[in-house]
């Protein structure tokens, strides 16, 4: 019988605020090198930032839930705009999370 995952969570939120200005910078850049930088990169970041901002001050520290709430929200954002789509951003996101918690999200581990 195959292993549940174990839910990967944050540390509680000292400042919510301040995470939210690293999140926008830290995917606002990785938005800009993966394709090419846009206008539409920054307001991209700076929703998906409020999004998270607000869950985590709500108490929010599950990255997989995290990861839901900036895809269902993000869903209402027009990127006709952007080489991008609400789960680009969600997955970005979640991976920049887990490399600031050190883990290694390469070959299932």
Known sequence: MAESIPAITLPPA????????????????????EFLPEPANEE??????????????????????LLIAVLT???????????????AVANAMSDLLLDSLGIDRCCGQ
Do not use: C, K, T
């Open 73 to 87: 929200e993000m869903q209402a954002f027009d990127f006709s705009n952007s080489f991008y789509g609400e789960f």
């Open 14 to 33: 000292d400042n919510p605020q301040q995470e939210g200005i690293w999140l926008q910078q830290a995917l606002h850049q990785w938005l800009d090198q």
């Open 44 to 65: 991209i970041a700076a929703r998906a930032a409020q999004v998270f901002v607000r869950h985590r001050m709500e108490g929010e520290n599950d990255v997989g839930s």
